[in-house]
């Protein structure tokens, strides 16, 4: 198939940016859709023209590198999936695709659809963990973790912290992320104690690192591609209430 | 020369506990003052900052992605073994460590692999600690499920994703550790080059990716745990950038490279879909616990829809050449199972390249939602990349490189023959020999990061003083200035070919020659095809862009660089290695029907390869294997 693509080129932080035009001819249907833009950059290389410039890594769904806006939607809409899973034959001939960054003002441009999400580290810095050191913790099994709250801990941990949450909220907030983490360690006895502090501390440095508040768009579930559920949202306000009594 | 690693002496049980007993301690008061730059964050290096940041130490780590949390070990998904023995079905560390052995195929040292199974217990627990959500029972008991090469249930997991929560266990460590301030992290950096003076390793060179600017980082000790090299094949299991550059910069340097030619490849990924693709994606071991090998008898079923081909015309191969592990035969021996088959013109799917994994036999016998309980994500990724549904069709699948159990050679304390230079998990060549089992590297990462470095690494930096050489030394300088002159060296060739397209030929000519079988005529073909693509890199390559800058060509063709010269020290290693064992099969070394043939009398040793020049004839230098506690014998899994 033949496809138009519309692509968000900019040199750099300080660089207005626009959208470029390019073709992307003969593309398979088995192809993803990075292999559709390997494609493209291939044939701009060959021209003497600047690749595009995009994140990946693991190309299967895990890493979290990817993070392209497709036709207006975070990882393209289709459910549960990233950019790197998403493949050609959810397309056809003839097609315009638009592709463009993340944005947000916590999200700064790098180059081209390359954003900086180093505010995602700090609010994992201010609290995402269990305060146990290396070495002199019980056995595994001391701890009873019933079937039913380690499937909870679970769906909130895949989480794979790629941000398409903040890019899909019109408040750009970072509320889905910092939720997941803080209901996966809330409802395990190993995170129990720390909770007040974390969800204080971690909701405190979402504001600081410049993500808006969640005002129930539920936008970031439907764009989330590990379908992380917008009740974890409703569980950290939970906790964060606790935490003020 | 005879290679010493250093391994401790006296009854096996008690080696690692006298081995830690005997190393010297840092005065706590003094690690603030030692500098550790430590380059990875996956499993190994993230466990390893977090480990010895929290001793006290002054940690700086590095990572080429945006977050260490992306590390490759974040695409684990099936599980990681420890000898809890929980299910109580005769599991044991002394079992754990002679399953390795013998699946390494006698070509590990036995203390190190000694070491790895006793502390795999410890690392459940740290895991539990750190709220990583493993599967769990009913009643709250940790679960646990069978991996290849193994005849009790060890292995635990979190659904598909293993490797994604031992990673953001240790992450979260490491973030801790980060707002404690004990560590620094650097990501989007690349290291480039190992600084060594006087024979020491003293610091590192790496590139802002950002920025484009060369820096320069010292250290009283530099940690490698930089992951595997298989994109050497450029289609691989491995992320896009993984790479062996910062191995290879150290092997440049005159850090040994320990066995090369042991490479993985795994027996599930999905089979390649055409020319244009950019990597392979492993369908996890633990779907052979449930799924049935099968291509049909006859050749011409192979086109029939699986459906149509009826039961007695089906051959289980792995399940009738080897009736006691049956589908759970060790992964060397199941890919190159599948390779017969299709060699044997009976593949199925696109290019006859591919055999069938089948769920009917236990979706009969258990469901098709416990099914999709155990496996639902993976079934589900399959169906993305395929628009197949494997639950109501068999998976295809074949066999691509996925593991690299050579790596720079160190000895038991984990440090190369470079004093001040430690290597830690997929990176170094320790304990997996020629072949590594299931679920055993994740255990291996951890291992290495949170219950051997902190204490193997202390003994070296107890005999120096700190910070007696900085930035400004002239070792760093001329460091910085090859690093430099190297990045506009490929910027400036203005060829016709692209990075990929090159690595592309290389991976091919690997894949071909230096793959799932190798021949005296395949590897020297390849020696032969190495050099010319090498050469032709540097004449006719076109890297775009400029140096100070993002510039992911320039990024991939320094990776590539490195990997044509290593290309050429794996297939020599191969080459030299006349024997099969593990994941290495000499075509000429094999018995009547098909099984590897060691030669212990001949080959029962580490090769380590000195590096000497590009083009340049390397030195072998030998680690010879004594075998005092599991007895030396044919492997056998029928
Ligand atoms: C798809 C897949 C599935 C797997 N499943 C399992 C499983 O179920 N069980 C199991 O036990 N094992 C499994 N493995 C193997 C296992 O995941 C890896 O061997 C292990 O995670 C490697 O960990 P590591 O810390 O050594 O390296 P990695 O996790 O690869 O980390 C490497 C680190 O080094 C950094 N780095 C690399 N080069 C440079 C450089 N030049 N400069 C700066 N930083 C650099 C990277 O940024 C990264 O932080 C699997 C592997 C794959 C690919
Ligand atoms: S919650 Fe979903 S969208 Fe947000 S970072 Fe996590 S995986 Fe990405
Ligand atoms: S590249 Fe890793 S999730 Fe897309």
């Given at each position: 198939m033949n496809l138009t693509l519309h692509v968000w080129r900019q040199k750099g932080p300080e660089d207005k940016g626009k959208l470029e035009t390019y073709q992307a001819k003969n593309i398979s249907e088995d192809q993803s859709f990075l292999e559709m833009l390997d494609d493209v950059n291939e044939d701009l290389i060959k021209t003497g023209k600047d690749p595009i410039a995009f994140d990946h890594d693991c190309r299967e769904g895990i890493c979290g590198m990817c993070s392209q806006v497709i036709n207006g939607k975070p990882h393209g809409g289709q459910e549960r999936t990233t950019v790197c899973q998403l493949h050609m034959r959810e397309f056809k001939d003839g097609d315009e695709i638009f592709i463009e960054p993340w944005r947000a003002k916590a999200f700064?441009?790098?180059?081209?659809?390359?954003?900086?999400?180093?505010?995602?580290?700090?609010?994992?810095?201010?609290?995402?963990?269990?305060?146990?050191?290396?070495?002199?913790?019980?056995?595994?099994?001391?701890?009873?973790?019933?079937?039913?709250?380690?499937?909870?801990?679970?769906?909130?941990?895949?989480?794979?912290?790629?941000?398409?949450?903040?890019?899909?909220?019109?408040?750009?907030?970072?509320?889905?992320?910092?939720?997941?983490?803080v209901s996966q360690l809330a409802v395990l006895p190993q995170g129990k104690g720390e909770a007040k502090a974390r969800v204080k501390e971690m909701t405190d440095t979402l504001l600081t690192e410049g993500f808006g508040n969640c005002t129930n768009h539920y936008e970031c579930q439907e764009a989330c591609p590990k379908g992380i559920s917008v009740k974890f949202i409703a569980k950290l306000n939970r906790e964060y209430l606790k935490s003020l009594a | 020369m005879i290679l010493d690693g250093k391994t401790p002496t006296g009854p096996i049980e008690k080696s690692w506990d006298k081995a830690r007993f005997d190393m010297k301690l840092v005065n706590p008061a003094n690690k603030r003052k030692f500098k550790i730059l430590m380059v990875g964050t996956g499993l190994a290096g993230g466990a390893g900052a977090a480990s010895l940041g929290e001793l006290g130490y002054n940690v700086e780590a590095f990572c080429y992605q945006d977050s260490a949390r992306r590390a490759h070990s974040i695409a684990a998904q099936g599980g990681i073994n420890a000898a809890k023995n929980y299910p109580n079905d005769g599991d044991s560390i002394y079992r754990l460590f002679y399953d390795t052995i013998k699946g390494g195929d006698f070509r590990a040292r036995e203390a190190d692999v000694w070491r790895l199974a006793q502390v795999s217990n410890n690392i459940i627990d740290q895991c539990v600690a750190q709220g990583v959500p493993f599967a769990r029972d009913y009643a709250g008991y940790l679960d646990n499920r069978s991996f290849g090469g193994a005849q009790v249930s060890r292995t635990f997991y979190a659904r598909g994703q293993t490797g994604q929560q031992l990673l953001l266990g240790a992450y979260s460590a490491l973030s801790r550790q980060v707002k404690a301030g004990t560590v620094k992290m650097h990501p989007r950096t690349e290291?480039?080059?190992?600084?060594?003076?006087?024979?020491?390793?003293?610091?590192?060179?790496?590139?802002?990716?950002?920025?484009?600017?060369?820096?320069?980082?010292?250290?009283?000790?530099v940690v490698l745990a930089t992951g595997g090299y298989v994109n050497v094949f450029y289609l691989s299991t491995n992320a896009m950038g993984c790479s062996v550059t910062a191995a290879w910069k150290a092997a440049k340097k005159g850090a040994y490279f320990a066995n090369p030619c042991y490479t993985q490849i795994h027996p599930t990924c999905i089979p390649q879909h055409g020319d244009k693709q950019s990597k392979l994606t492993l369908m996890s071991e633990s779907l052979r616990n449930d799924g049935r090998c099968w291509v049909p008898k006859n050749e011409a079923d192979c086109d029939k829809a699986p459906g149509d081909v009826p039961e007695e015309?089906?051959?289980?191969?792995?399940?009738?050449?080897?009736?006691?592990?049956?589908?759970?035969?060790?992964?060397?021996?199941?890919?190159?199972?599948?390779?017969?088959?299709?060699?044997d013109n009976r593949g199925v799917g696109p290019g006859k390249r591919g055999v069938y994994l089948d769920y009917q036999t236990a979706i009969d016998r258990v469901g098709e939602a416990t099914i999709a309980e155990r496996y639902g994500n993976l079934f589900e990724m399959y169906e993305k990349i395929t628009a197949e549904n494997a639950y109501k069709r068999p998976m295809r699948i074949y066999p691509a490189p996925h593991y690299s159990m050579g790596g720079l050679w160190?000895?038991?304390?984990?440090?190369?023959?470079?004093?001040?230079?430690?290597?830690?998990?997929e990176a170094n060549f320790s304990v997996h020999g020629a072949n590594r089992l299931g679920a055993s590297a994740l255990m291996q990462g951890l291992a290495d990061g949170y219950f051997v470095i902190p204490y193997t690494i202390a003994p070296y930096l107890a005999s120096i003083t700190p910070g007696t050489v900085k930035e400004d030394h002239p070792a760093f300088k001329e460091s910085v200035e090859q690093v430099e002159a190297q990045i506009n060296k490929m910027l400036n060739i203005n060829g016709k070919k692209t990075v990929s397209e090159l690595h592309r030929e290389l991976g091919t000519v690997m894949w071909e020659d230096v793959g799932m079988a190798r021949s005296d005529a395949s590897l020297k073909n390849a020696l032969k095809r190495i050099p010319e693509i090498r050469d032709e890199f540097w004449n006719n390559v076109n890297v775009t862009?400029?140096?100070?800058?993002?510039?992911?060509?320039?990024?991939?063709?320094?990776?590539?660089?490195?990997?044509?010269?290593?290309?050429?020290?794996?297939?020599?290693?191969?080459?030299?290695?006349?024997?099969?064992?593990?994941?290495?099969?000499?075509?000429?070394?094999?018995?009547?029907?098909?099984?590897?043939?060691?030669?212990?009398?001949?080959?029962?040793?580490?090769?380590?390869?000195?590096?000497?020049?590009?083009?340049?004839?390397?030195?072998?230098?030998?680690?010879?294997?004594?075998?005092?506690?599991?007895?030396?014998?044919?492997?056998?899994?029928?």
């Open positions: 700064p441009v790098q180059k081209d659809l390359i954003v900086d999400r180093s505010a995602l580290e700090k609010i994992m810095q201010a609290g995402g963990y269990t305060s146990c050191h290396t070495g002199g913790v019980a056995d595994g099994n001391a701890l009873l973790i019933p079937k039913p709250t380690a499937d909870y801990a679970m769906d909130a941990a895949e989480c794979i912290g790629c941000g398409a949450c903040v890019a899909s909220c019109p408040n750009s907030s970072a509320m889905l992320y910092t939720s997941a983490k | 290291m480039l080059d190992l600084v060594v003076v006087d024979g020491v390793a003293k610091g590192i060179t790496v590139r802002n990716l950002i920025t484009g600017k060369i820096e320069s980082h010292w250290g009283d000790a015309d089906r051959d289980y191969y792995l399940e009738r050449k080897y009736p006691s592990f049956g589908n759970l035969a060790p992964r060397d021996i199941a890919s190159r199972a599948a390779k017969e088959q299709c060699d160190v000895d038991y304390q984990c440090q190369s023959n470079i004093p001040g230079l430690f290597v830690l998990g862009g400029e140096p100070g800058e993002i510039n992911q060509q320039l990024e991939n063709a320094g990776r590539l660089a490195d990997f044509l010269e290593f290309a050429e020290i794996f297939a020599k290693d191969a080459l030299h290695r006349e024997e099969s064992c593990g994941g290495h099969f000499r075509t000429e070394h094999q018995t009547d029907d098909g099984e590897a043939m060691r030669d212990d009398e001949n080959f029962c040793y580490v090769g380590a390869w000195e590096f000497k020049g590009v083009g340049v004839e390397p030195e072998l230098h030998k680690e010879p294997l004594k075998f005092e506690n599991v007895k030396l014998a044919v492997r056998s899994y029928k």
